[in-house]
Each structure stands twice: as structure tokens, then as C-alpha cells.
């Protein structure tokens, strides 16, 4: 028995007999996630992190005080009984676990690796705010994970309700889609799921890379919709191949959810962004996920440049990954360029560190004021600028400031562009009726229910930058005014 | 969904023209859109071709496509009665497609396929359609049969003479315009570099010139931005702004330069094609 075990017996034990107190909670180490080696990691798209053992979980879970008021939950888009499926894992029930979990939770292997629990039901954490340290929270997000991977699949097919003669399109198969149809499916609709590409799966499949993100999850998923019934269309675009209108007036669909997703990605606007190596990030990253191009020449046919200095703009999530996937394609350095301080990232913290082990470098304070070419229209440089911190703005994020004359050239022959994404404006085009606001996002009620009747919309569409739980969390009620309304 | 290739056709060398069989497309379709296809399902390359025609009863699409990379070159091997991965579409904006008197069409090369919905339909609308259909040389002339039925007036040109009048497209485009009545309204669709110089001869005459500009893609739904380019000092998208832009206020150089940001990639994909289609025995 190694030394874990050894504690996790002492601590159950103790557990048993009605002794284990507070104070022993707090002194169980937290669990540190097993993670492939961060040099051998940069030449492979495998996931970096590992996850937990089971004496890791219980151990974890044994951390988690039990708050009567649980406030995590409040912390949680979807309402997940929290405290409840911790309790069984540190018992070591963890089919009940997972049970818990998928009450409200539709992705939970997916939602374990990817939502940001740091700000969401960990910032909430009371064992965290005990030691002054949103860090020594319990790791709510990969004890979701650890059950969620243990699940085979070996479970039933949800129960469905009886035909209700009724009809559900969902456009877009991103994960408010796949809430969207599997809720409204259980309720006994005919359910029909489309997607733009060739495989569905939305920014699971396209933009979140393998090593954070498995494909194979995603998959997993899209099958469990497809073993209840759903019918899933790929290569359609609505608004294009059908309208909305056409949808409901002539094939017959009584309710349509619009989960189209991210759209037209931003540029700086400034001199130099149409040369060639200059990417949005979107298409970054869609080269290198769905097409593959990681795997050029050997079955895959897509090509991405093979930069030998990158530079990432942006200090999100996306920003990370592209610089991460920068870093696997083989660039020698790669810049990620960021006119806040690191304090102001919006990216995961997780993401940063991993990222940073990696080998990227980060030039925060600095930000692009063009791109350089040569006679062939090929980067081969970038000008920038040197920021301090001002006042607070807006945001409340202290403002940066320019340093004049502080411009200097960075060496670099590919540049990607990470600063986010304006609305989608193929909707907009072909739905008369519909109505947007004035950065063309659809309008909804609280409860996701646009300006026509029958059609619902929710995710980036409707926020316009939001993760993969908030646009399950809109499905969720989406589909659940859908399956009212259709009553 | 199959996407079958229900019938195929070589019209030269490294041109062929194939029927698919995509019925929600055909009966979408409108003059100026295009489609994204790949030959297989998982990670075959997606490119974006101008559907040519459509027939909505038999449900096909009709797509005239160069042999060019890897790509184009792994379609035209797909035999009649085999089939594309898939085909994802209409995309892109349809023409604007009015009455408006007088329009000349200019298609070189492939951009002809492109070039003959647009045609069709202008003729459909009451307008007179003079066509300059232009090719290397006599073996790369496409579809004469068809511009021929459907215009007023058409003049064939080839680089080499060995077809038509020897000549680029711009020589008998710049007659066009100098005549007494000059024409309302150009179309021009072909290699960048031709409807670079189209523009500029219309651009004398002040003839409004619409071009198709037929970029890199991946998903040709707004989402990649790589198709990107600019026109009128602002960056437009080809997929979703487009593709069909006013000639006068497109950079082409830039545009040219982006067309070739994978060059090297490409000619290695098709090296290795080619070298794999000898070891199986193709030809």
C-alpha cells in the first residue's frame, strides 16, 4: 500500500468511527492533476492531462466539507448537485456519482476538462476561501472528470417519452445543440440535428484541440444522441441549403433552436493583416482539429504553415490553444501577445501554466501596431508596442496604456489572430423577422425564446463569447421552453 | 445522403465536368453560388467549387472543376457512379440578377462553368448577353455550345489562335466597350490576374464589372476568415460577403498573394498523390 492509500484508509476509518473533523479535511493535501511530461508534450496531441486514480478522487473528494448551504452549486450554470456526488465518490460509489451528475449535466467528461471552474463553482468553494486561495479549492471539475471517464457507455439509453408527433430542429451540433436535442428527444420529439461541417460536434470538434479535449469524448457523446433516435444531418447550412422559414413551413418542424456558434473572427485592422501567414485563430485551429493538418502527407490533406516563430494575439482560452497547437506543429519559439498584464487574461489559469511549461513566451504590454512583408506577401515581422497600466476602465480592468516610442520589431513569420468573434451574419441574412441586436446577436427572452414564434436560440449566437457550460446551460432552457411551448 | 457522381465528363485535359447528386442543393441553388466538397469523409481536403447548372428533378448539381492539386485530382479519379464525400451548400450570396440592358460576360479558362448560370439568368431577365469566352488554347475551350445558344453576340478568343481570334480576353472586352452603345454591365470570371485586367479596361469605360472570386476556404460559412481579402480598403469575406464583388474596388495583388500561401504544401500533396496513384496502378 503506498502512501496515498495509506492516508485514504486512515482518513476513511476515521470517517467511520464520526471523528474525521473539519480540521482533518483541510489537511489532506490537494491532488495535483498527473499530467504528461511537459517537454515530451509538445511533440504530441494527446491529452496533457491524465487524470485522477481512484485514491486520488476519494482522497479529493474526502476535502469537500459538506456545506449545508453548498455554495458551489450557486457557482454552477447547470445547477449540478455538487456536494451530493462528492460525497459518493469519497465513498467510492461512483456510478451514483456520475448518476448525480448527469441529472443536470449532459457532458460531464467534457465539462470536467473544459469549463472554467476556477470562476464558477470553485471560486465558491469554502475550503478555498478558508485558506485565502481560489487554488486549494476542492477540484470540483476533475472529480466530474474522473467519474465521467469511467463511464463506459455501458449505460442504459435514456428514458423517452412517447412520440409526441411533434417536431425539433436543431441547428448547430456544438454542445448547446447536443443539450438541446438530447432534452428535447427524452421528451418524445422527432428530433433532427444539423451541422455546417462534415462531422458534428461544434467547437468540441473544431476549435478545442485534442490534447485538452479528446475527440473521442465528443464522439462518444454524439453517439449516445444517436442511440436515442436523433437524427443528426451534416453538411447543411441553414439559412443556406434550407431557410428557418422553409424548415417550419414546408418539412414540418414545429420548433427550431439556433445554436450556430461563433462567427466572422476579429482582425486588429491593422496594416499587414491580409499577408500570407497572418491566421484568424478559428481557422488556426480548425486546419489543425478537424481537418487534421497536424498529420499533412500522412492521410490528412489539409495544409496549416509550419511557422518557425509564431505570434498568438490574445490572452483568452482560444489564444492558449492556438499557441499550445503552434507549439506541437514544431515552431522553434512561439510569442503569445498580450496589451494587458497577465493578471487581465481572460484565459483559465490552468491553461496559462500549461501553456508556459510548454515554452511559450509571454509578451504581455505589448500589442501589434502592423505586420511586416516581403516582396512576395509573406510575414516577416511584426511592429509593436510597449503599454503600461493606467486607470481602471469600463471593465475594470486597468486600461494599457501606449509608451511612445517604445516601438520594436519582433521576428516572427506567422501570426495568429485570437481576439475573439463577431456574430454570424448567415441567419441574419436569410431570416427576415428574426430580430438581432446591433452586433447582429439573436435576441431572446430569459427563456430563449426569440422575437418568432417556434424558434428558440441560445450559445455564442445569443452571448457571443461564451464557453461550452454556458451554452449548455441555455440549451437546457431552450429545450425546456421548447418542450413546454410544444405541449 | 450519397452524393453520387451520376455522370462524368472529361471536356480536356485536366477539365472535367461532373452531375452529383445533392437534391436539397439543386433545389436551393441560385446563379453565383458555390459549394464546398471533399473527396472523402474524414480528413480530405475541403475546396469550394461554382456550381455550374443544377437539374431540381433529378436532383443534381452539375460542377466543372480543373485538375489542379490533390484535391481536384483525387475527384476526377472517382468514377462515374462512385461518389464525393460530401458537398455542403449553396454558399455564398447569389447574384444580383436585374434587367439592366446590355451585359457583357467574360469567362477564361475554367471560370466559364462559373460564368454560365450567371449568363443564363441575365439572358432570362430580358437583358442582351454578349459572351468572350477565352482559353489557353483550343483544347481548354469549354462550354462554347452553351454560351453559343444562350448569346447575343459570342467571341472566342485563345492565347495561341488555335481556336477563335488570338488574343487575350481584354482585347475584344475593350471593343465591346468603345462601341457606340456601350454595355451596362460586366461580368467577369476567370484567373485573378485576367479579372484584374478586365477590371481595369471596364474601369475606363466606367462599366460597373461584378467579378466571382473563388479564395481559400475551410468551412465557407464565415467562420475561418481565410478566404478574406480586400475590397474598397475594408476586409470582406468571400464566403459569406461574396463571392461576387464590384471588380473596381478588389485588390487583386494582394489577393494573388494570398492564393498562393500554401503553394509548396500543395505541389507536395499532389507529388505524393501522384506517386501513390502510379503505385496502385492508375493512370
Excluded at chain 1, 303 to 311: D, E, F, L, T
Excluded at chain 2, 67 to 84: C, N, S, Y
Excluded at chain 2, 203 to 231: A, W
Amino acid at each position: 500500500m503506498d502512501a496515498q492509500e495509506t492516508l485514504l484508509k486512515e482518513l476513511l476509518d476515521k470517517q467511520a468511527k464520526g471523528e474525521l473533523k473539519a480540521k482533518d479535511r483541510y489537511a489532506i493535501p490537494p491532488q495535483q492533476m498527473p499530467e504528461q511530461d511537459s517537454v515530451a508534450r509538445r511533440r504530441t496531441m494527446t491529452e496533457v492531462a491524465l487524470g485522477y486514480t481512484a485514491t486520488q478522487a476519494r482522497l479529493e473528494a474526502l476535502r469537500c466539507l459538506g456545506c449545508a448551504n453548498a455554495p458551489c452549486v450557486e457557482g454552477c450554470p447547470v445547477r449540478i448537485r455538487i456536494k451530493d456526488f462528492i460525497t459518493e465518490i469519497a465513498a467510492g460509489r461512483f456510478d451514483k456519482a456520475l448518476a448525480i451528475i448527469k441529472e443536470n449535466s449532459l457532458l460531464p467528461a467534457v465539462c470536467g476538462r473544459v469549463c472554467p471552474q476556477e470562476v464558477q463553482c470553485q471560486e465558491r468553494c469554502t475550503v478555498g476561501k478558508k485558506f485565502k486561495d481560489p487554488t486549494m479549492s476542492v477540484s470540483i471539475g476533475r472529480l466530474e472528470r474522473y467519474v465521467a471517464d469511467l463511464d463506459k457507455g455501458n449505460a442504459e439509453t435514456p428514458h423517452i417519452a412517447p412520440p409526441t408527433g411533434k417536431k425539433v430542429a436543431v441547428i448547430g451540433s456544438g454542445p448547446g445543440g447536443i443539450v438541446v436535442a438530447a432534452d428535447t428527444r427524452r421528451a418524445g420529439h422527432e428530433v433532427t440535428l444539423f451541422e455546417a461541417f462534415h462531422k458534428p460536434g461544434g467547437v468540441m470538434v473544431y476549435g478545442i484541440p485534442e490534447f485538452r479535449l479528446p475527440k473521442t469524448i465528443v464522439q462518444k457523446e454524439i453517439d449516445v444522441l444517436k442511440q436515442m433516435g436523433v437524427n443528426i444531418v451534416c453538411n447543411f447550412i441553414v439559412g443556406r441549403t434550407r431557410t428557418i422559414e422553409q424548415l417550419m413551413k414546408e418539412d414540418g418542424f414545429d420548433a427550431v433552436y439556433v445554436g450556430v456558434g461563433a462567427g466572422l473572427p476579429k482582425f486588429m485592422n491593422i496594416p499587414g493583416e491580409h499577408l500570407v501567414g497572418v491566421y484568424s485563430a478559428n481557422e488556426y485551429l480548425t486546419r489543425a482539429n478537424l481537418m487534421k493538418a497536424y498529420a499533412f502527407g500522412k492521410g490528412a490533406d489539409t495544409p496549416i504553415a509550419v511557422g518557425k516563430n509564431v505570434a498568438v494575439l490574445g490572452g483568452g482560452n482560444v489564444a492558449m490553444d492556438a499557441a499550445r497547437m503552434a507549439v506541437r506543429l514544431g515552431a522553434e519559439k512561439v510569442y503569445l501577445v498580450y496589451r494587458r498584464s497577465e493578471a487581465e487574461m481572460p484565459a483559465r489559469i490552468e491553461e496559462v501554466h500549461h501553456a508556459k511549461e510548454e515554452g511559450v513566451i509571454f509578451c504581455t504590454l505589448q500589442n501589434p501596431k502592423r505586420i511586416l512583408g516581403n516582396d512576395a506577401g509573406c510575414v516577416v515581422g511584426m511592429e509593436c508596442l510597449r503599454y503600461e497600466l493606467g486607470e481602471p476602465d469600463e471593465s475594470g480592468r486597468r486600461r494599457p496604456v501606449e509608451i511612445k516610442g517604445s516601438e520594436f520589431v519582433m521576428d516572427v513569420d506567422t501570426v495568429i489572430v485570437a481576439i475573439g468573434n463577431g456574430a454570424n451574419p448567415l441567419i441574419q441574412q436569410t431570416t427576415p423577422g428574426l430580430e438581432f441586436n446591433k452586433w447582429g446577436n439573436i435576441v431572446v427572452d430569459d427563456n430563449c425564446r426569440t422575437s418568432m414564434k417556434g424558434v428558440y436560440a441560445g450559445g455564442d449566437i445569443v452571448l457571443g463569447a461564451a464557453t461550452v457550460i454556458l451554452a449548455m446551460g441555455q440549451g437546457r432552457i431552450a429545450a425546456e421552453s421548447i418542450n413546454q411551448d410544444l405541449k | 445522403m450519397t452524393y453520387k457522381i451520376v455522370s462524368k465528363k472529361q471536356l480536356s485535359e485536366n477539365v472535367f465536368q461532373i452531375d452529383v447528386e445533392a437534391p436539397l442543393v439543386a433545389q436551393a441553388r441560385k446563379a453565383g453560388q458555390f459549394v464546398i466538397v471533399s473527396p472523402d469523409t474524414d480528413a480530405g481536403e475541403r475546396i469550394p467549387l461554382t456550381i455550374a447548372g443544377a437539374d431540381r428533378k433529378a436532383g443534381t448539381i452539375r460542377l466543372i472543376f480543373q485538375r489542379v492539386g490533390k484535391a481536384t485530382a483525387q475527384i476526377a479519379d472517382i468514377p462515374e457512379g462512385g461518389a464525393l464525400g460530401y458537398v455542403a451548400g449553396p454558399l455564398g450570396r447569389p447574384t444580383h440578377i436585374e434587367k439592366v440592358g446590355t451585359v457583357v460576360c467574360v469567362g477564361g479558362g475554367i471560370g466559364a462553368a462559373p460564368l454560365l448560370p450567371i449568363a443564363t439568368a441575365m439572358k432570362e431577365a430580358g437583358n442582351t448577353v454578349i459572351s468572350i469566352i477565352g482559353a489557353r488554347n483550343k483544347e481548354l475551350m469549354i462550354l462554347e455550345q452553351e454560351f453559343a445558344a444562350l448569346s447575343d453576340e459570342l467571341i472566342l478568343v485563345t492565347d495561341d489562335g488555335s481556336y477563335g481570334r488570338k488574343a487575350l480576353v481584354t482585347e475584344p472586352l475593350k471593343e465591346v466597350c468603345s462601341r457606340p452603345v456601350k454595355p451596362n454591365l460586366a461580368i467577369a470570371i476567370g484567373p485573378t490576374i485576367m479579372m484584374k485586367f478586365c477590371c481595369e479596361v471596364t474601369k475606363q469605360f466606367h462599366i460597373p464589372t461584378q467579378v466571382s472570386l473563388n479564395t481559400i476556404m475551410i468551412d465557407g460559412t464565415g467562420m475561418c476568415g481565410g478566404c478574406r481579402v480586400e475590397v474598397g480598403g475594408k476586409t470582406k469575406f468571400v464566403c459569406v460577403d461574396g463571392p461576387e464583388f464590384d471588380g473596381h474596388q478588389v485588390n487583386f495583388d494582394q489577393m494573388m498573394r494570398r492564393m498562393t500561401a500554401f503553394k509548396d504544401l500543395e505541389k507536395k500533396a499532389m507529388e505524393q498523390y501522384q506517386q501513390h496513384r502510379c503505385k496502385i496502378g492508375l493512370k
